[in-house]
């Protein structure tokens, strides 16, 4: 209470900012109580505005000294009387105000706040309209960009303010370099303040919504820019900041490229479990700022956007097939702790929302974190129990008093149902199909029974179709209370479409599909597909016509009459009148249509005639009626019917004259058999997710559908959600602009990899790596890593690194990612089981660990080796690493522990045979030659006559560190013969063959022949040239 | 990623009083949303769910005294009941700047009321900001600003 009474205080304090004169206009308007009073009172406060910008405006020249006449107070008060003057007319008067334009723009050059301020709020409004956005877009850009860099913080805020909310309504803003420039400045530089900071981070999204290529056009801004945005999320302790940048960081993750963000997994994790599991807690442990709760929870916005994010980066193990993005996390990816702590966030988050609670917004906040994290879960990889507890939970819920906690609990079933499949549909049915039953006749709220709806449509397999069309069926025809008419509709497509898809019996397709066009509904209800569908299934089901027929007939002859049955009938009967003579005359039949004729509208009439003229062909003794009924109808009003009468009868006519029924014969062919693939009704499924699970249609074949119709088996969903095509164009557009890149695009690597830009001295790295098996990786005064490579298997790499803090300071926010040349279109290796460093906080002088593992498929190229990627911060400054790692071909070359397995050592006299061999079958495909290939650290090697000497031990030293076999022998100093096998997982193991000539200018020739033809060579070679020159 | 459509303020009466629009769109959509969402709302009885589909968004809405506060959002990607709370949170916020906010309150102090907005919602509906004290402060601040920028006015 204290503080709202300090508030109030605070209020009537500064009333003296209260703009006496607007206040009065309101008052003014508001006692007006006529409409007329009212317009004429805006009116004329118009005029007199307008006459006092005019009177200003024309002194403006004149005398300098006293340019400003109007004052600022008074050009505030006015601009701001326009403002409410827009508000109250519900901006029918945009186009009266917009004289004072100019004179808004005045006020933001002012150097007074609350002037300035007027001018933003007055702007901000009407820049919503694009023709005002248009007009002074452009002249707006220079103030805005003045105010961004201004020193004074305020100004600063409300230039930011203005750009985070409508920036985006016209590109002036987002295309001009100083402005962008200025706003990253802000989020960049270390010193500007938290309150600043958080606003340029949402001006920057607008401005990146409205010009992606402000990231996308420059591969070395892109790259530090982004490590600058993504490195906003590193100190997870900061919620005001986070919550401000999780949207950009997530906008760029899923149009930019989520290789950028993966890193972010352990902090993104961490903030989600701080918030939900410890921050729930009731124990002392619960520190979390009672600022950033919200009734009595730890905040929604903060919880929800991260899993937003979160979702972006991941995918579901399901949804991985379908995915061209693996750049994506999978949680196979992930490593057991983060995974672990997730999983228990969804859990902590489901135990949470069964809670009760008194407090009702309590409840609500407590509710949307359970409803984003169950709709998070399935990207987990739950396991089966997992789902059925969020199941049980959600169901649970479907029992809530409160109403808008039942319609997002259907809501999530739906999702859960659709992403988890089998297992979470079972749960379901297993237990609560009556409880959904209830609430389908128990709700009066159209948006309530709409989900009931589509989630009884998910739910609905081939055992249970019959039971969930019997009750939708029941809830059209005797709820007492419908709220929508258009729920009708849709419950009638989704009925026809679950019939086609489920139904094992014919007769109750049939039966089934004639009762809902039966259901004579009002006028909304205006769907042809359903019989349209109808009419082609029995069409291309002989085995149906008949029954279809009978019923049709049954129909006609009672008392209610639907024109969709009529529609039917005329086109079904005509066609197969044949098949139910036994049942019906043909003259009945006749007289049937004749009297519903003129019972239905033109269209339906139209088709009567046609109709008759197939019983007439069919059956002569009609004849004189038919002609007869078309006499009539030459009568008709209606232009078609008149027309169409006259054709038949002329038809009718000239196969008297000339005696045959050919014309006819051509005219009226039986009806072919349908092709339309797919069912036109899954069109109009709207927004429902489609299940791709239930895709094995019990349909069998023949009975209900013949084979061009057996398509719905597969169900061609027409929404199935395509991943946006900006995610890669963005970045792929970038290339032609860059030399070189064009290159790495043809060779088809990720856009992430060939963007990289690697830290100078990664050199020095990437070739001991691909000597040794453990050593140093990278050092500099911050940082030191070491590495080690274990072989799990010849082909798959184990690699261990540590990170030692070099310096007298905390090393935070450390995290890595690997970045893979290819992730898909069956990459030549694939890192796996990535563990990242446990904790992002390295003490000084201390150390981290972490690995991974690689492994090597085909034949790789040493310069696609994976890259590490590091950041961290470190005594203030952001840091980030890029390095190479050394993997290549000759990191499989393993023959384990020598005394293990006694080394199968290779004689010359072998070598050679080998050699000539391969030469003989193989010839140039298989070989690799590269001359004076130069060596580092060799001192003026011509000066001695022994240098080739030492060249060769060199050499041979190098090779047998890779692992290659030397070919021990006295005969031949120079050169040196090696031999080595490499292995892959999928291609298989290969021989290599290797002679290394000494030169005497300290250069070395190579030649390197495999037992296969292709690259594997040269990769080799390019292995050993990494090695020698360093 | 947020996708508020757009924020309004309706009072019984079917008066908007504060509107805010985080996405483009031509006049003639604006006055159909206004025009059709108006009715619709005012017209749902209190016990039912704050949700609507509507063309092809959604809608939440929250009756506050004698305000409708109507959210639209893009269907899939915010969280409902999110909006809610967000809604919530602003009327709170409103609540203790103004002490016990009214609709007169909103009225007359429009252009506070934006700026409270502003501070809050930025971007097509990204929080900006989510403590209520912060909020607060930033709009003190400034109407501390405007008190100076008046004192150097007299003393000028």
């Not at chain 1, 009529?566 to 043909?586: C, Q």
């Not at chain 1, 590495?787 to 450390?814: A, D, F, M, Q, S």
Request: proline letters at 4%.
């Amino acid at each position: 209470m204290d503080t709202r009474k300090a508030f109030k205080a605070a209020v009537v304090s500064s009333n003296g900012t209260v703009i006496k004169g607007l206040q009065i206009f309101i008052a003014d308007l508001r006692a007006s109580p006529h409409s007329a009073d009212h317009e004429k009172r805006i009116k004329s406060e118009i005029v007199k505005i307008k006459q006092q910008f005019e009177a200003s405006n024309s002194t403006h020249g004149g005398d300098k000294l006293h340019q400003d006449r109007l004052g600022g107070y008074q050009r505030k008060k006015y601009v701001a009387k326009l403002a409410y003057i827009y508000l109250t007319s519900n901006t029918t008067k945009l186009a009266d105000i917009l004289f004072g334009l100019d004179q808004t723009l005045i006020l933001l050059k002012s150097n007074v706040y609350s002037e300035k301020f007027i001018g933003y709020m007055l702007l901000e409004l009407l820049m919503e309209h694009k023709s005002v956005a248009a007009e002074i877009g452009e002249r707006l850009v220079p103030y805005v960009t003045k105010d961004v860099s201004s020193s004074n913080d305020n100004f600063t805020a409300l230039a930011l303010n203005f750009l985070g909310v409508v920036g985006g309504m016209c590109t002036k803003f987002a295309f001009n370099e100083d402005l962008v420039d200025e706003v990253f400045q802000i989020v960049r530089s270390p010193t500007s303040s938290q309150y600043l900071k958080k606003k340029s981070v949402l001006a920057f999204l607008v401005l990146l919504k409205a010009n992606l290529s402000i990231l996308t056009d420059n591969i070395k801004r892109k790259q530090i820019w982004i490590q600058r945005i993504v490195s906003l999320l590193d100190d997870t302790d900061n919620y005001r900041l986070t919550l401000a940048s999780l949207p950009l960081v997530e906008y760029i993750a899923r149009n930019i490229g989520p290789s950028y963000c993966v890193r972010l997994l352990p902090q993104l994790t961490d903030i989600l479990y701080d918030c939900i599991v410890l921050g729930t807690s009731t124990g002392k442990s619960n520190h979390f700022p009672t600022e950033y709760k919200f009734a009595n929870m730890p905040n929604p916005w903060l919880i929800t956007k991260t899993v937003s994010l979160l979702n972006a980066i991941m995918v579901s193990p399901k949804e991985e097939y379908e995915s061209q993005n693996s750049q994506l996390l999978q949680s196979a990816n992930i490593d057991p702790e983060n995974l672990g702590k997730l999983r228990m966030c969804v859990a902590k988050a489901v135990e949470l929302g069964t809670r009760r609670i008194n407090d009702p917004m309590e409840k609500i906040v407590q509710n949307t974190v359970l409803f984003s994290l169950i709709n998070f879960a399935p990207k987990l990889d739950p396991s089966e129990v997992a789902i059925t507890n969020s199941v049980d939970a959600l169901c649970e819920l479907l029992r809530s008093n409160e109403i808008n906690i039942r319609y997002l609990t259907l809501d999530s079933l739906i999702k859960l149902c659709s992403s988890c499949g089998k297992i979470a549909l079972d749960a379901v049915r297993y237990k609560n199909m009556n409880l959904i039953f209830h609430l389908l006749n128990s709700e009066r709220d159209s948006s309530i029974a709409r989900k009931v709806i589509d989630l009884l449509y998910i739910l609905s397999d081939k055992d249970n179709v019959k039971t969930v069309v019997d009750q939708l069926l029941s809830y059209i025809v005797n709820a007492k209370y419908i709220p929508d008419p258009q729920i009708r509709s849709n419950i009638s497509v989704k009925i026809a479409i679950l019939t086609e898809k489920y139904a094992t019996d014919s007769t109750w397709y049939v039966q089934i599909s004639l009762k809902i066009l039966s259901m004579n509904f009002s006028t909304s209800f205006n769907d042809d597909e359903v019989w349209h569908r109808l009419c082609q299934i029995v069409v291309n089901n002989p085995s149906l016509r008949k029954i279809t027929c009978v019923q049709l007939v049954e129909y006609l002859q009672g008392k209610q009459l639907s024109e969709f049955i009529v529609k039917t009938a005329a086109f079904l009967l005509g066609e197969y009148v044949e098949l139910i003579r036994d049942i019906i005359t043909a003259t009945d039949m006749f007289n049937l249509f004749s009297e519903k004729y003129f019972m239905v509208g033109n269209l339906t009439r139209a088709m009567i005639l046609t109709t008759m003229m197939k019983l007439h062909n069919s059956a002569p003794e009609v004849g004189s009626k038919v002609i007869k009924f078309y006499q009539l109808e030459l009568n008709s009003l209606d232009i078609e019917l008149q027309t169409r009468s006259f054709e038949y009868l002329k038809v009718i006519q000239l196969s008297k004259i000339s005696g045959n029924n050919n014309l006819i014969e051509l005219l009226f062919q039986p009806m072919p058999p349908f092709n339309t693939k797919s069912n036109p009704l899954l069109n109009r499924l709207g927004s429902l997710p489609l299940d791709t699970t239930t895709n094995s249609s019990p349909l069998k074949e023949g009975t209900v559908a013949p084979p061009p119709y057996t398509s719905t088996a597969s169900l061609p969903l027409v929404n199935v959600p395509k991943p946006p095509i900006s995610r890669h164009s963005g970045s792929m557009m970038s290339f032609p602009s860059t030399t070189g890149n064009s290159n790495t695009l043809l060779r088809g690597l990720d856009s992430s990899y060939a963007d990289q830009q690697l830290s100078p001295n990664w050199r020095e790295g990437f070739s001991r790596m691909l000597q040794h098996k453990q050593g140093i990786f990278y050092n500099s005064s911050l940082m030191k890593i070491v590495y080690r490579i274990i072989h799990v298997e010849p082909h798959h790499l184990k690699i261990v690194l540590t990170c030692i803090n070099n310096t007298e300071w905390e090393i935070n926010g450390l995290s890595t990612s690997v970045i893979s040349a290819r992730t898909h279109d069956n990459p030549e290796y694939v890192v796996q089981n990535i563990e990242f460093p446990s904790n992002p906080t390295i003490q000084p002088h201390k150390r981290q660990g972490q690995q991974m593992e690689v492994i090597i498929r085909r034949s790789m190229d040493v310069q696609e080796s994976p890259i590490l990627n590091i950041n961290f911060r470190c005594g203030g400054s952001v840091n980030n690493l890029s390095l190479k790692l050394g993997i290549g071909m000759t990191s499989t070359i393993f023959h384990g522990d020598s005394d293990a397995h006694p080394q199968q050592q290779v004689t010359l006299p072998q070598f050679i045979t080998r050699w000539k061999a391969l030469g003989n079958t193989l010839g140039k495909d298989s070989e690799c030659v590269v001359e004076s290939m130069p060596m580092r650290g060799l001192r003026a090697p011509d000066t001695d006559p022994d240098s080739t000497d030492i060249l060769v031990g060199q050499i041979s030293q190098i090779l047998k560190r890779m692992g290659f076999d030397i070919v021990e022998q006295d005969t031949v100093k120079n050169p040196v013969f090696a031999a080595g096998i490499v292995h892959t997982k999928s291609e298989g193991n290969f021989g290599s063959l290797l002679k290394v000539q000494c030169r005497v200018d300290g250069k070395i020739n190579v030649t390197c022949k495999t037992t296969v033809p292709g690259p594997l060579s040269s990769y080799i070679v390019e292995c050993i040239k990494t090695t020698v020159a360093g | 990623m947020s996708h508020i459509k757009y924020l309004l303020l309706v009072s019984r009466q079917g008066k908007v009083r504060l509107m805010k629009w985080y996405q483009p769109l031509t006049e003639k959509a604006k006055t159909k949303i206004i025009n059709d969402l108006t009715p619709l709302i005012l017209g749902r009885k209190p016990k039912m769910c704050n949700i609507l589909d509507y063309s092809d968004h959604k809608v939440i809405y929250r009756r506050y005294a004698s305000l409708y506060f109507i959210i639209g959002i893009t269907p899939n990607v915010d969280n409902e009941l999110l909006c809610l709370d967000l809604v919530h949170r602003y009327v709170e916020t409103m609540d203790v700047y103004f002490g016990n906010v009214c609709e007169l309150d909103i009225i007359f102090n429009f252009a506070k009321a934006y700026d409270i907005l502003n501070e809050m919602v930025m971007c097509d509906g990204s929080l900006a900001e989510s403590s209520k004290k912060e909020v607060l402060y930033a709009v003190q601040t400034m109407d501390g600003m405007d008190d100076n920028d008046k004192l150097e006015k007299v003393l000028s």
